[in-house]
């Protein structure tokens, strides 16, 4: 296997981490972006010649196009693109404060948004490329309690499908990565809890509580085979659109899609009793 460059955000845990460890394991050369260069001290150590590691907030559009510029002009060809910087913020609707709204909006959906903005004339000048999207189940699928990660998630979802086919003649292929749930700081370290209000406990609204609880039920995805999974899409041809990541979470989201497909073909002669009749 020949070996590649990465450009990932958010690799100081999580799966960002997991994939910086595979990949720098097997050669492959890794630019990594991070808030807090000490958490990845022991990466610039031990691979001192293919990890690259750049400081940025994705919620600083200038900022993203200044390292992914520096990291383009410096390694002059990077193959993959991975765009996993994010979190989840849990609570229900009316519980959540406007400045937490416009944080995952700005680091969820526009960061990934204006990240994959900046990469693409670097993809298309250089003859093609990948990008990984790293969304969630929860992209297809949602939970009380939940609202804004969801937004953030269908939003990315939405934008990346249009994008794919607006790219595709410049062979650039793009992947959607949803991945059910994983035992990894996103669920037991770095979810952020609004200030809760008790006329929601016991209702669906609070159900998120049991998930966040370690002395439940563990998730059931395991981040290094879930990883290797996601390395192991770039050599697909094509690229798959969609990449559901854990049986649990397969079998959800077909569940939800199939109660959708069957509401919309019960409102075929709703649908239909609103054209123009024939030849009018």
């Not at 929601?200 to 159900?207: E, I, K, L, Q, V």
């Amino acid at each position: 296997m020949s070996q590649r460059t990465w450009f990932i955000t958010g690799v100081s845990s999580g799966f960002g981490r997991q994939l910086t460890d595979q990949l720098l394991a097997r050669g492959d050369h890794v630019v990594g972006t991070v808030r807090d260069t000490d958490k990845v001290a022991d990466l610039r150590e031990r691979h001192p010649e293919t990890f690259h590691v750049e400081v940025l907030d994705v919620t600083d559009t200038a900022a993203i196009r200044e390292v992914v510029e520096r990291s383009f002009a410096q390694l002059e060809r990077i193959d993959v693109i991975i765009s996993n910087a994010g979190y989840g913020l849990f609570g229900a609707a009316e519980e959540l404060t406007d400045k937490q709204i416009d944080h995952i909006v700005a680091t969820n959906l526009v960061g990934s948004i204006q990240l994959i903005r900046a990469v693409l004339p670097h993809l298309r000048a250089q003859g093609g490329g990948r990008i990984i999207q790293i969304s969630s189940y929860g992209g297809q699928v949602a939970f009380p309690g939940n609202s804004m990660y969801h937004a953030t998630k269908w939003g990315i979802e939405g934008f990346v499908e249009s994008v794919v086919q607006e790219v595709a003649p410049f062979g650039i292929g793009m992947t959607i990565v949803e991945p059910g749930g994983a035992r990894t700081e996103f669920r037991y370290g770095s979810a952020q809890v609004a200030k809760l209000m008790p006329i929601y406990d016991g209702t669906p609204g609070h159900a998120f509580l049991r998930m966040l609880d370690r002395k439940g039920s563990l998730a059931p995805g395991d981040p290094a085979r879930m990883a290797a999974r996601i390395i192991d899409s770039v050599n697909a041809e094509p690229a798959p659109l969609r990449m559901l990541l854990g049986s649990q979470a397969l079998e959800s989201t077909l569940t939800t899609l199939r109660k959708r497909i069957a509401s919309f073909e019960a409102q075929t002669k709703l649908a239909a009793s609103t054209d123009f009749p024939p030849g009018e």
